[in-house]
């Protein structure tokens, strides 16, 4: 192998924990196609092309995937949804990966727009012996084996698609245990699958570089890529999810203190996966609840039109004694007094 492929630069982004619109798109496109109601299984409607959003956070993709895997009795759907993707579901991007001039050419720039292609955990890529290796993060154990699925499932079918060939993979290694049935991932990858591995990874042929690419168009890359950059540069903020979830404990804080089922719900996941997710970034459901009303607190108390009581009531608790504990401790003041200075300091 060239000396100038020998390593390959990883991905500067960090985590945000999120997936494009695009992969929405193929889950419901997926599901129309096995006569299943997508609205009615993940509980919303299809993103229309033209308001498709740039993201979803990614546990509400992880939740989305594991309603429709229930519904249809398929514990190897992400593959299947995986394998489905085509260069025009992913717009610009798709096109800029397959009109460049090499397989290496648009290896490169799959990894300077992971982003806005699996943005849960960077991603490096490094040759061993003759084969070319590309290993996600440790983050990848946090999303779960569907979306693991799909991810690698949709790079290889991408592969296969640019290069307008069979190619296989040498080998697949998941994170995750093995699944009783392992037929599908054979069916699929052509290679040995291997479970509980250190590391999510797909190991390619090195022969895979030296691939044409089926319809180079250099005019094309340029002209595309300038959207694409803009794309990349509207990508949410690394506190996407956190900010997601912050949301729906704003809408159920009425719910009172065991609303952890219903934000899980919300987000169409378990109530043990959101509490995995959050402690991955350093969160426990309760201190992100306590951080959230601590926060809208003191929006509310910079709103001299709502009484006390009226705030409390606001932030979900029963009595105005308690939220003056809670705020005590937040901040070493009395609401009251806290709003006097707030008031003063305008």
């Known amino acids: 192998m060239p000396d100038h492929i020998r390593v390959l630069p990883a991905t500067a982004m960090g985590l945000t924990g999120s997936v494009p619109g695009a992969y929405v798109r193929l889950l419901f496109d997926y599901l129309a196609r096995q006569g299943a109601d997508a609205a009615v299984i993940l509980g919303e409607a299809p993103p229309p092309p033209e308001a498709t959003p740039s993201s979803y956070p990614a546990l509400r993709w992880a939740g989305m995937l594991a309603a429709a895997a229930r519904q249809l ?13 085509t260069p025009a579901h992913l717009g610009p991007l798709g096109y800029v990966l397959l009109a460049s001039q090499s397989v290496l050419a648009a290896l490169q720039r799959y990894l300077r727009y992971q982003r806005l292609v699996h943005d849960v955990s960077p991603v490096r890529t490094y040759a061993a012996e003759d084969r070319l290796i590309l290993e996600w993060s440790d983050e990848s154990r946090h999303i779960g084996l569907l979306a693991n699925q799909c991810g690698l499932a949709a ?3 991408f592969a296969r698609d640019i290069t307008d060939s069979d190619v296989d993979p040498v080998a697949i290694h998941f994170v995750e245990p093995a699944p009783a049935d392992v037929a599908p991932y054979a069916e699929l990858f052509r290679c040995p699958v291997l479970f509980g591995q250190k590391a999510t990874r797909v190991c390619f042929p090195a022969s895979l570089l030296e691939l044409p690419l089926r319809r180079a168009d250099p005019a094309l890359v340029a002209m595309l890529e300038r959207q694409v950059e803009a794309s990349l540069a509207a990508m949410p903020g690394p506190d996407h999810l956190l900010q997601t979830v912050r949301r729906c404990i704003s809408s159920h804080l009425l719910d009172g203190e065991s609303m952890l089922d219903q934000v899980a719900q919300e987000l169409h996941v378990s109530g043990r996966t959101l509490r995995r997710w959050l402690h991955a970034r350093g969160w426990s459901f309760r201190n992100l609840l306590e951080d959230t009303r601590r926060r809208l607190a003191e929006h509310y108390l910079r709103d001299t039109q709502l009484s ?10 029963s009595e105005q004694s308690a939220f ?3 705020f005590l401790n937040w901040s070493g003041e009395t609401p009251r007094r806290w709003r006097l200075a707030a008031r003063q300091a305008v």
Do not use: K
Request: glycine share 10%; no cysteine; hydrophobic share 50%.
């Open 73 to 85: 009795h398929d514990p190897a759907l992400g593959l299947h949804v995986g394998a489905s993707i």
């Open 155 to 157: 790079l290889v079918q």
């Open 308 to 317: 006390l009581p009226e705030v409390a009531l606001l932030l979900g608790y």
């Open 324 to 326: 003056n504990r809670a």
